[in-house]
Protein backbone atom coordinates (compact mmCIF):
# COMPACT_ATOMS: atom_id res chain seq x y z
CA UNK A 1 0.00 0.00 0.00
CA UNK A 2 1.45 3.38 -0.67
CA UNK A 3 1.10 7.19 -1.53
CA UNK A 4 2.88 9.51 -3.69
CA UNK A 5 2.96 13.12 -3.33
CA UNK A 6 1.68 15.58 -5.72
CA UNK A 7 3.70 15.40 -8.88
CA UNK A 8 3.80 19.47 -8.67
CA UNK A 9 6.00 19.01 -5.26
CA UNK A 10 9.46 20.68 -5.53
CA UNK A 11 10.31 20.71 -1.84
CA UNK A 12 13.26 18.07 -2.49
CA UNK A 13 14.81 19.94 -5.76
CA UNK A 14 18.07 22.48 -5.00
CA UNK A 15 18.30 25.80 -6.44
CA UNK A 16 19.26 24.85 -9.33
CA UNK A 17 16.18 22.29 -9.81
CA UNK A 18 18.19 18.80 -10.02
CA UNK A 19 16.68 16.31 -7.48
CA UNK A 20 18.67 16.32 -3.95
CA UNK A 21 19.24 13.26 -1.90
CA UNK A 22 18.59 13.08 1.59
CA UNK A 23 19.01 10.42 4.45
CA UNK A 24 16.23 9.64 6.50
CA UNK A 25 17.36 7.49 9.38
CA UNK A 26 13.99 6.87 10.61
CA UNK A 27 10.92 4.76 9.84
CA UNK A 28 7.91 5.69 11.56
CA UNK A 29 5.10 3.85 11.74
CA UNK A 30 1.44 5.84 13.14
CA UNK A 31 -2.20 4.61 13.47
CA UNK A 32 -4.64 6.56 12.75
CA UNK A 33 -8.21 7.40 13.30
CA UNK A 34 -9.86 9.57 10.50
CA UNK A 35 -11.69 12.84 11.49
CA UNK A 36 -14.32 12.40 8.65
CA UNK A 37 -15.93 10.23 6.07
CA UNK A 38 -14.15 8.42 3.41
CA UNK A 39 -15.04 6.61 0.07
CA UNK A 40 -13.75 3.51 1.21
CA UNK A 41 -16.09 3.07 4.21
CA UNK A 42 -18.77 2.23 1.49
CA UNK A 43 -16.57 -0.38 -0.35
CA UNK A 44 -17.45 -3.85 0.65
CA UNK A 45 -15.19 -6.48 1.67
CA UNK A 46 -11.78 -6.57 2.81
CA UNK A 47 -9.01 -3.65 1.32
CA UNK A 48 -6.29 -5.67 0.65
CA UNK A 49 -3.74 -2.97 -1.22
CA UNK A 50 -4.63 1.02 -1.68
CA UNK A 51 -2.38 3.56 -3.64
CA UNK A 52 -3.22 7.36 -3.24
CA UNK A 53 -1.93 9.98 -5.09
CA UNK A 54 -2.43 13.80 -4.63
CA UNK A 55 -2.62 15.86 -7.69
CA UNK A 56 -3.52 19.31 -6.49
CA UNK A 57 -6.67 19.69 -4.79
CA UNK A 58 -7.78 15.98 -6.41
CA UNK A 59 -7.40 12.70 -4.70
CA UNK A 60 -6.73 9.67 -6.86
CA UNK A 61 -7.23 6.26 -5.55
CA UNK A 62 -6.41 2.31 -6.30
CA UNK A 63 -8.27 0.54 -4.12
CA UNK A 64 -7.61 -3.50 -4.43
CA UNK A 65 -10.43 -5.36 -2.55
CA UNK A 66 -11.11 -8.75 -1.93
CA UNK A 67 -14.84 -9.90 -1.62
CA UNK A 68 -16.26 -13.45 -0.83
CA UNK A 69 -18.65 -14.72 -3.19
CA UNK A 70 -20.42 -17.79 -3.82
CA UNK A 71 -17.62 -19.47 -6.02
CA UNK A 72 -15.09 -17.92 -3.64
CA UNK A 73 -12.91 -14.89 -3.25
CA UNK A 74 -12.70 -12.85 -5.60
CA UNK A 75 -10.41 -9.56 -6.12
CA UNK A 76 -11.24 -6.48 -7.98
CA UNK A 77 -9.05 -2.97 -8.12
CA UNK A 78 -11.87 -0.05 -7.72
CA UNK A 79 -10.59 3.61 -8.54
CA UNK A 80 -11.88 6.59 -7.48
CA UNK A 81 -11.31 10.66 -8.11
CA UNK A 82 -12.75 13.10 -5.31
CA UNK A 83 -12.08 16.08 -4.02
CA UNK A 84 -9.57 16.00 -1.33
CA UNK A 85 -10.97 15.98 2.38
CA UNK A 86 -9.62 18.55 4.87
CA UNK A 87 -9.36 15.62 7.11
CA UNK A 88 -6.68 13.58 4.93
CA UNK A 89 -3.59 12.44 6.73
CA UNK A 90 -1.93 11.74 3.86
CA UNK A 91 -1.86 15.86 3.03
CA UNK A 92 0.16 16.45 6.42
CA UNK A 93 2.68 13.74 5.34
CA UNK A 94 3.14 15.66 1.75
CA UNK A 95 3.15 18.84 3.55
CA UNK A 96 6.36 17.57 5.02
CA UNK A 97 7.86 16.10 2.07
CA UNK A 98 7.15 12.71 3.46
CA UNK A 99 5.57 9.67 1.59
CA UNK A 100 3.14 7.25 3.81
CA UNK A 101 2.77 3.75 2.74
CA UNK A 102 -0.84 2.52 4.13
CA UNK A 103 0.12 -0.80 5.61
CA UNK A 104 -3.38 -1.60 6.74
CA UNK A 105 -6.73 0.08 6.41
CA UNK A 106 -9.87 -0.48 8.77
CA UNK A 107 -12.88 0.84 9.52
CA UNK A 108 -12.10 4.15 10.46
CA UNK A 109 -8.57 3.77 10.64
CA UNK A 110 -5.47 3.40 8.81
CA UNK A 111 -1.90 2.05 9.92
CA UNK A 112 0.48 4.39 8.21
CA UNK A 113 4.43 4.00 7.80
CA UNK A 114 6.69 6.27 6.69
CA UNK A 115 10.74 7.71 6.45
CA UNK A 116 12.10 11.06 7.76
CA UNK A 117 14.93 12.29 8.76
CA UNK A 118 14.83 13.90 12.25
CA UNK A 119 12.61 13.90 15.38
CA UNK A 120 11.11 17.46 14.57
CA UNK A 121 9.47 15.85 11.32
CA UNK A 122 8.46 13.55 13.36
CA UNK A 123 6.46 15.74 16.20
CA UNK A 124 5.60 18.04 13.23
CA UNK A 125 3.91 15.27 11.47
CA UNK A 126 1.84 13.72 14.77
CA UNK A 127 0.70 17.40 15.65
CA UNK A 128 -0.51 17.94 12.14
CA UNK A 129 -2.41 14.45 11.83
CA UNK A 130 -3.64 15.52 15.22
CA UNK A 131 -5.33 18.59 14.37
CA UNK A 132 -7.55 16.88 11.48
CA UNK A 133 -8.01 13.41 12.54
CA UNK A 134 -9.59 11.89 15.70
CA UNK A 135 -6.91 10.62 17.26
CA UNK A 136 -3.16 9.09 15.72
CA UNK A 137 -0.98 6.63 17.64
CA UNK A 138 3.01 6.35 17.47
CA UNK A 139 3.33 2.72 17.20
CA UNK A 140 6.85 2.54 16.87
CA UNK A 141 10.21 4.50 15.44
CA UNK A 142 13.13 1.95 13.95
CA UNK A 143 16.00 3.27 13.24
CA UNK A 144 17.07 2.19 9.74
CA UNK A 145 20.85 1.46 10.56
CA UNK A 146 21.50 -1.74 12.50
CA UNK A 147 21.15 -4.92 13.11
CA UNK A 148 17.90 -7.21 12.78
CA UNK A 149 17.32 -7.64 16.15
CA UNK A 150 15.07 -5.03 18.00
CA UNK A 151 16.15 -3.98 21.33
CA UNK A 152 12.97 -2.36 23.25
CA UNK A 153 14.27 1.06 24.77
CA UNK A 154 13.34 3.06 28.22
CA UNK A 155 12.37 7.00 27.80
CA UNK A 156 13.08 9.65 30.80
CA UNK A 157 9.60 11.29 31.23
CA UNK A 158 11.08 13.22 34.20
CA UNK A 159 12.49 15.49 32.01
CA UNK A 160 8.68 17.00 30.98
CA UNK A 161 7.11 19.64 33.25
CA UNK A 162 4.65 18.98 35.78
CA UNK A 163 1.46 20.39 33.30
CA UNK A 164 2.82 17.86 30.46
CA UNK A 165 3.41 14.47 32.75
CA UNK A 166 -0.53 15.45 33.95
CA UNK A 167 -1.59 16.06 30.46
CA UNK A 168 -0.10 12.54 29.41
CA UNK A 169 -0.85 10.67 32.07
CA UNK A 170 -4.61 11.60 32.13
CA UNK A 171 -4.97 10.72 28.37
CA UNK A 172 -3.33 7.53 28.80
CA UNK A 173 -5.68 6.76 32.11
CA UNK A 174 -9.11 7.91 30.24
CA UNK A 175 -7.67 5.32 27.57
CA UNK A 176 -7.55 8.38 24.67
CA UNK A 177 -4.33 6.68 23.30
CA UNK A 178 -6.01 3.17 23.26
CA UNK A 179 -6.78 1.60 19.59
CA UNK A 180 -10.20 1.51 19.84
CA UNK A 181 -10.41 4.20 22.16
CA UNK A 182 -13.62 6.86 21.73
CA UNK A 183 -11.93 9.49 24.34
CA UNK A 184 -11.89 12.46 22.28
CA UNK A 185 -9.19 15.77 23.49
CA UNK A 186 -12.47 17.67 24.69
CA UNK A 187 -12.96 14.48 27.33
CA UNK A 188 -9.81 14.82 28.73
CA UNK A 189 -9.43 18.49 28.30
CA UNK A 190 -12.47 18.66 30.73
CA UNK A 191 -10.38 17.00 33.27
CA UNK A 192 -7.88 19.36 33.48
CA UNK A 193 -10.03 22.00 32.49
CA UNK A 194 -8.24 23.42 29.68
CA UNK A 195 -9.57 23.69 26.23
CA UNK A 196 -9.03 21.25 23.65
CA UNK A 197 -6.14 23.21 21.68
CA UNK A 198 -4.64 23.88 24.71
CA UNK A 199 -4.57 20.60 25.04
CA UNK A 200 -3.31 19.36 22.02
CA UNK A 201 -0.44 21.74 22.64
CA UNK A 202 0.56 20.40 25.68
CA UNK A 203 0.81 16.28 24.97
CA UNK A 204 2.41 17.45 21.07
CA UNK A 205 5.29 19.63 23.39
CA UNK A 206 5.48 16.32 26.27
CA UNK A 207 5.36 13.71 22.41
CA UNK A 208 8.23 16.13 21.29
CA UNK A 209 10.31 15.43 24.03
CA UNK A 210 9.57 11.83 24.18
CA UNK A 211 9.74 11.09 20.32
CA UNK A 212 13.28 12.74 20.44
CA UNK A 213 14.75 10.52 22.94
CA UNK A 214 13.41 7.59 20.84
CA UNK A 215 14.80 8.75 17.77
CA UNK A 216 18.28 9.23 19.38
CA UNK A 217 17.87 6.06 20.71
CA UNK A 218 17.52 4.61 17.27
CA UNK A 219 20.28 6.41 15.97
CA UNK A 220 22.91 5.31 18.29
CA UNK A 221 25.61 2.64 17.34
CA UNK A 222 24.34 -0.41 19.29
CA UNK A 223 21.82 -2.51 17.72
CA UNK A 224 18.78 -1.27 16.18
CA UNK A 225 16.17 -0.24 18.70
CA UNK A 226 12.37 -0.49 18.37
CA UNK A 227 10.56 1.72 20.27
CA UNK A 228 7.40 1.95 21.16
CA UNK A 229 5.36 5.73 23.15
CA UNK A 230 2.67 2.31 24.65
CA UNK A 231 5.59 1.02 26.24
CA UNK A 232 6.37 4.28 28.53
CA UNK A 233 4.75 4.84 31.53
Not at 157 to 162: A, G, I, K, N, R
Not at 218 to 233: F, G, I, M, Y
Amino acid sequence: MSQSKPSSDTSARGPDGAQEVEDRTLRVVLEIVRGGPCFMDELEGDIVDLNVRLDDDQCQCDVTVRESTAKGDRTTTKHASRDLCDHCPGVVFSEHGCIPRYRQVGNGWFVMETFVGDTETVAAIVGGVREVCERVTVKSIVGTDGSDAPEICDVDVSVLTPKQREAVHLATEAGYYDADSSVSLEEVGEGLSISKSALSQRLQRAERNIIRQLADACACDEDQKTVHLSDVR
